[in-house]
């Protein structure tokens, strides 16, 4: 059921996102593992474009958010209005409140702002004046941002990466891709004709059956090891966290099963690792993903894996 999904789902995103197989690939393991993506590029290489069309191949309620340094955090999760002749007040909720949730350009909202986000990322769920209202079921945070060096960002808080399943960089089309584009063979043109490939159940009976995928004792202490060499590592000043560890778990497991296996393998690990912890590490320069790649790898090179 998941390799099927998984398969329909690659389909739709690769008609849109033409020359980018990789990222497609990370985008739907991240889907699948429950996780949220963050798309991290220049602008106009189709961050905003992968995202809607992860949109569109669910089926689910869609929001869509412009972050700018203006953007309140009840913007985003909503607030309570008192209405004078009745003497109530309504909850009228925010854009929080959809399957799938893309704020795009994210690092241009304020640290204040990010934060609105963090409740609703790891617990699923947000609290506006003391009250507790739970979000949809699956909820799934794409977020687009742009290079730290241009102008008007903000830097994402460390707890804010930490909840981001995997980051993925699209990078410029190769030749024969933007030849497509020009042509009118994906982009735009291609979004508007996807159709769903899943419901909102569906989704959530997948990632249910990727968190089943078996993970034997030697492979959950190799994950354990690399966690550890991260930690270790001369060139770091703070290595992965228990809460990537179970995110990458989740990744390797999602990996598996869209190959069909029913257990955990170290390549199902190799396979997701640097998108998965490349951005939780930071360096002493801060975070820095090219930086913070070139380490996973070679921790993924030097851990021992474990035998069969």
């Known amino acids: 059921m998941v390799s099927d999904l998984a398969e329909g789902l690659t389909a739709n995103l690769g008609q849109a996102l033409r020359g980018k197989p990789e990222a497609v690939r990370l985008a739907v393991t991240a889907l699948l593992a429950g996780g949220h993506l963050l798309v991290e590029d220049v602008p106009g290489v189709g961050k905003t474009l992968l995202a809607k069309a992860l949109a569109r191949s669910l089926g689910g309620t869609f929001s869509r958010v412009q972050a700018n340094p203006d953007l309140l955090p009840s913007e985003l999760t909503g607030t309570n209005v008192f209405h004078p002749g009745d003497a109530v007040w309504e909850f009228r909720p925010g854009p929080v409140f959809a399957h799938v949730l893309l704020v795009d350009e994210v690092n241009r909202a304020t640290p204040r702002t990010q934060s609105a986000l963090l409740e609703a990322m790891e617990e699923r769920q947000v609290t506006v004046d003391g009250e507790t209202r739970a979000l949809p079921d699956p909820f799934f945070l794409v977020a687009t941002q742009n290079p730290f060096e241009h102008t008007g960002t903000f830097p994402l808080l460390e707890g804010h990466r930490d909840r981001f399943a995997m980051v993925v960089h699209l990078g410029h089309p190769d030749r024969d891709a933007e030849r497509e584009l020009l042509l009118g063979t994906g982009g735009i043109e291609a979004l508007d004709k996807l ?8 989704l ?8 089943q995928v078996h993970c034997a004792p030697s492979l959950a202490d190799y994950l354990i090891d690399l966690a550890a060499a991260t930690r270790d590592h001369p060139e770091v000043m703070t290595g992965a966290s228990p809460r990537a560890v179970l995110s990458l778990l989740d990744a390797s497991k999602a990996t598996a099963a869209i190959a069909g296996r029913a257990f955990v393998t170290p390549d199902d690990v190799k396979a997701v690792a640097v998108p998965a912890l490349a951005h939780r590490i930071i360096l002493p320069s801060g975070h820095d993903m090219a930086a913070g790649a070139e380490v996973v790898a070679d921790l993924l090179r030097r851990v021992p894996v474990p035998r069969p």
């Open 195 to 202: 159709s769903p490939v899943t419901s909102p159940a569906g």
């Open 204 to 211: 959530a009976a997948a990632i249910a059956a990727v968190r």
